[in-house]
């Protein structure tokens, strides 16, 4: 697949044209594409995880996907939790963890 190629699918895009000296080659930009995210299957065209430490309870890390703004539920392992539920979720959680 040649530069004409990716041009035409539209995956790149030419952000400067060097007309006036034609021994420099013109500046291409990759242009993001969309995917469904591996959790949610929301389109995002960056998905990162974010890992956040917390201490209270208990010392714990929460994981949160920032294509979604989804948290990962300790649970399920899954990235199905928004803010308001993670933390009733983590408490529980913790609380049958450190029980015994």
């Keep these: 697949m040649d530069l004409k190629d990716l041009v035409e699918k539209g995956l790149v895009k030419e952000i400067r044209n060097n007309n ?3 021994a420099e080659p013109s500046l291409y930009q ?7 995210c591996d959790d949610c299957n929301k389109l995002v065209t960056d998905r990162r995880v974010s890992y956040s430490k917390r201490h209270t309870p208990k010392p714990h890390v929460r994981i949160k996907c920032t294509g979604c703004n989804l948290y990962k539920n300790p649970n399920t392992n899954n990235f199905d939790c928004e803010a308001k539920q993670i933390e009733s979720i983590w408490r529980e959680h913790l609380q049958v963890m450190h029980k015994y």
């Design 20 to 22: 006036f000296m034609e």
């Design 30 to 36: 990759s242009i993001p594409q969309q995917k469904a």
